[in-house]
């Protein structure tokens, strides 16, 4: 049976680097590839190229930019500063229209089975943004798992003494869910996050 040719071979293996890309997703995009005609393929290689050229992180909150600093800086009320694990949960909280305040992205969190400690993450890019002054909040917005609340936790208490409120997102079920499926943690946090009606 004859092999795969190498250049082929060399894309399917690029694309199963991508996040959540296995072997036949990887060959599939391969195959989409060299299936498009030659300016798509010439558009779609300038777009990675152009990308990975101009955009940069934000020297202010750490989010992906093509300006310093970034949009979000520049418009966001800098009194409230939302703490995020990454780039793409700014995205989404940006969609919530009610939000105006500016981002902080830690590029990770706080996981001892990863080797990744509160040094390898920019906690201390946010504590100096909050000495600073001029902030009011700090809305903790980490995922709500064993890492992303023990990161929480962690920045809350070094936040507590510089005298600005720290919050954090409320957890619990979601909305369409059945309380049957939902585990006893979830559960849990909604109970404790109840509102009066």
């Known amino acids: 049976m004859r092999t795969m ?6 894309l399917i293996n690029s694309f199963t680097k991508l996040p959540g890309v296995g072997h ?3 060959m ?16 779609f290689v300038k777009a990675i190229t152009e990308a990975k050229a101009k955009v940069h992180f934000c020297p202010e909150c750490g989010n992906f930019t093509d ?9 966001g009320d800098k009194s409230v500063v939302c703490v995020v694990k990454e780039p793409k949960d700014v995205l ?3 969609r919530i229209s009610s939000y105006r305040g500016v981002f902080h992205v830690l590029h990770g969190t706080i996981s001892p089975l990863d080797n990744r400690s509160p040094d390898d993450i920019r906690i201390k890019e946010l504590i100096k943004r909050v000495a600073a002054g001029g902030i009011r ?3 903790l917005a980490t995922n709500p798992d064993v890492q992303g609340e023990a990161t929480a936790a ?11 409120k720290v ?8 909305m369409g869910s059945e309380l049957e499926f939902a585990d006893e943690v979830t559960l849990s946090h909604a109970l404790e996050n109840r509102k009066e009606v």
Do not use: W
């Not at 040719?5 to 060399?10: F, H, L, Q």
């Not at 599939?28 to 030659?38: H, K, S």
């Open 67 to 75: 300006r310093s600093p970034c949009v979000a800086c520049e418009r």
């Open 137 to 139: 909040e700090v809305i």
């Open 28 to 43: 599939r995009y391969a195959f989409c590839v060299l299936n498009m005609p030659e300016e798509q393929a010439a558009e």
């Open 167 to 174: 919050t954090r997102i409320a957890q619990g079920i979601s």
């Open 154 to 164: 962690y920045i809350a208490k070094l936040l507590k003494p510089l005298g600005v």
């Open 24 to 26: 036949k997703t990887a």
């Open 5 to 10: 040719i190498e250049p082929v071979a060399a």
């Open 92 to 94: 989404a909280m940006e």
